[in-house]
């Protein structure tokens, strides 16, 4: 009976399922953080551009809030404002970035910001 008990104790069958099932959590967190780290450097990327497009427009007085809207229509809430010194004209472009939601974490209405500024000098 002791040595049926030491057997089964000894025994390795079935422990790689069960480190399986204990890692699978946390790589399923860690892939999480790198696509969301992921969402927020393509919306930073995508900001700068809105930014810049809008200062372009600006410099020639031009529709700026259009051009960095149409750079950046695929982000809800974006806020572009424009402000001017002398010769030289600064756009702004705030974005929010939704935050990875699936079952386990109710981020709902949870959002990342984002922003970007780009000073230019007017043409004369």
């Known amino acids: 009976?002791?040595?049926?008990?030491?057997?089964?104790?000894?025994?390795?069958?079935?422990?790689?399922?069960?480190?399986?099932?204990?890692?699978l959590p946390l790589f399923f967190l860690m892939v999480t953080i790198v696509w969301q780290f992921a969402a927020g450097a393509g919306a930073?990327?995508?900001?700068?551009?809105a930014a810049m497009d809008g200062a372009r427009m600006a410099i020639v007085d031009g529709?700026?809030?259009a051009a960095?809207?149409?750079v950046a229509s695929r982000y809800q809430?974006?806020?572009?404002?424009?402000?001017?010194s002398g010769d030289y004209v600064t756009?702004?472009?705030?974005l929010e970035v939704p935050l990875?939601?699936?079952?386990f974490f109710n981020t709902t209405g949870l959002s990342l910001p984002?922003?970007?500024?780009?000073?230019?000098?007017?043409?004369n």
């Open 1 to 23: 009976m002791v040595s049926q008990l030491v057997g089964w104790i000894r025994n390795e069958r079935g422990s790689q399922a069960i480190e399986f099932v204990a890692v």
């Open 44 to 49: 930073k990327l995508t900001a700068e551009a």
């Open 63 to 65: 529709d700026y809030q």
């Open 68 to 70: 960095a809207q149409n």
């Open 77 to 84: 809430g974006v806020v572009v404002t424009k402000a001017e």
């Open 91 to 94: 756009v702004s472009v705030r």
């Open 100 to 103: 990875f939601s699936n079952a």
């Open 114 to 123: 984002i922003s970007s500024d780009v000073t230019l000098r007017k043409e």
